[in-house]
């Protein structure tokens, strides 16, 4: 019984040795050292030994499961680290690897500059305020004094959505909004979107404008070329001059056209400027009286000046931009130019 005893102790050498996963030695466990192994075997034909060699095969046979158990144990380490060691490699990272580029977005150039306008505008104590994309003809158009055949009212003009509802053609409704639901004295700004069926180098068919609107008592033409040379030279900085031209509008008198002194050129006539040295920016004009009584507002008492301004022809100018539908053709590799 000794004999076999050796042998099986040698097979478990050998087996526990070659066994390369831990659920494989798991079992040789089991089989050698367990309750039902082959070692206890042993244990239970002890009785049909003669008496004096029980107590000295007994002590044979713990000793072998001692052995057996520390090889296991030792194998079980080797075992496990080898399974550390290749989970390791398997999961390594390269760190020389270069790294996956993350694109950065950045703010559309008409949102720097609206931003930048508006800015200019708080720092000079005017508020934001809002209107609305869809208007009715009377904000749009009525309100601002403008006559029922007037060519703006026009179908190819304007985008009518049903017979007195319309895609607003001009941030001036919110001059309306604001003297509708408040009283002076009135300082606001409202930039915003505005839609007309336009379509070229320097006309969209969706647009931003911004409109100012001050109305108090004492306010006179003088205060509007001064806001409009402030806001100008903070713009485009201090050599552009702005200048005001004639001009008509129906709910302003007198009105004026907005140039400022060609900022390719600087005034001396190039291509940007047509050879003018000047470029139109928007409309101004002091708020005709007529549409300050029609909205309750007196007339005798109180004065106002109003202007508009093409956020994205200032935005063309400033970033030296030659064609409008830049702006709205989402081409990434135009867009990137401005982070
Ligand atoms: N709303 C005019 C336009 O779209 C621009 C304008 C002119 C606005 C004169 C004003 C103004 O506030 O006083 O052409």
Redesign the pocket.
């Known amino acids: 019984m000794k004999k076999e005893l050796e042998k099986t102790l040698e097979l478990a050498r050998e087996e526990i040795l070659e066994v390369l996963t831990h659920h494989d030695l798991m079992q040789l466990k089991s089989r050698f050292v367990g309750k039902k192994s082959v070692l206890n075997n042993f244990m239970k034909k002890i009785s049909t030994l003669p008496k004096e060699e029980r107590p000295l095969f007994g002590q044979i046979v713990n000793k072998a499961k001692e052995e057996l158990a520390e090889i296991i144990s030792n194998r079980e380490k080797e075992i496990k680290e080898k399974e550390y060691n290749r989970t390791l490699q398997a999961e390594s990272i390269d760190l020389t690897m270069p790294g996956r580029k993350r694109e950065q977005g950045s703010l559309h150039p008409i949102t720097k500059v609206w931003r930048e306008i508006e800015d200019n505008f708080i720092s000079m104590g005017f508020e934001v305020a809002e209107g609305f994309d869809i208007e009715d003809e009377f904000h749009n158009f009525d309100a601002l004094n403008t006559p029922h055949d007037h060519p703006a009212r026009d179908l190819s003009d304007t985008f009518y959505i049903e017979d007195d509802v319309l895609l607003r053609?001009?941030?001036?409704t919110v001059?309306i909004r604001i003297m509708e639901s408040h009283k002076p004295p009135i300082k606001i700004i409202a930039p915003g979107r505005?839609y007309r069926n336009d379509n070229d180098a320097s006309h969209s068919p969706a647009f931003h404008?911004m409109?100012?609107?001050v109305i108090d008592e004492g306010v006179t033409f003088a205060d509007l070329k001064d806001i409009l040379n402030i806001f100008v030279k903070k713009m485009f900085g201090d050599k552009i001059e702005s200048r005001i031209r004639p001009h008509f509008?129906p709910?302003?008198e007198p009105?004026a056209e907005i140039d400022i002194v060609c900022v390719n050129c600087g005034g001396k006539g190039c291509n940007v400027c047509k050879g003018q040295g000047w470029l139109e920016m928007?409309?101004?004009?002091m708020?005709d009286p007529n549409v300050l009584d029609k909205l309750g507002i007196d007339s005798e008492k109180y004065v106002g000046?109003?202007?508009?301004l093409g956020i994205d022809r200032v935005a063309m100018l400033k970033y030296k931009i030659p064609d409008m539908r830049l702006l709205f053709e989402n081409d990434l590799r135009f867009l990137k130019q401005f982070s």
């Open positions: 053609t001009q941030t001036s001059q505005c404008q409109e100012a609107l509008f709910f302003t009105s928007g409309g101004a004009g708020v000046y109003a202007f508009g």
